[in-house]
């Protein structure tokens, strides 16, 4: 089964925690983005049982998988 991906970006005034493209929280400090998203990830796969990850987008454009459910 594919994994569900919750990204953590750069935006115009903070970070954003985007699932598939839609931003869903926005004007976070980075470490705050990164535990929404994380817990998004978690509460995701604990409730509908699907593998999920999360990636942070790094200043050079790279993004980085910091976490993984199932």
Same mark, same amino acid.
């Given at each position: ?5 919750? #990204? ?7 970070? %954003?925690?985007?699932?598939? %493209? ?9 470490? #705050?983005?990164? %535990? ?35």
């Amino acid at each position: 089964m594919e994994r569900a991906l919750v #990204t953590v970006v750069p935006g115009d005034n903070g970070w %954003q925690v985007r699932i598939d %493209q839609h931003s869903v929280v926005c004007n976070l400090d980075k470490l #705050t983005a990164m %535990q929404r998203a994380a817990n998004i990830a978690r509460d995701c796969h604990e409730s509908m049982g699907l593998p999920t990850g999360v990636l942070v987008r790094m200043a050079n454009g790279e993004d980085i998988l910091i976490g993984k459910c199932g």
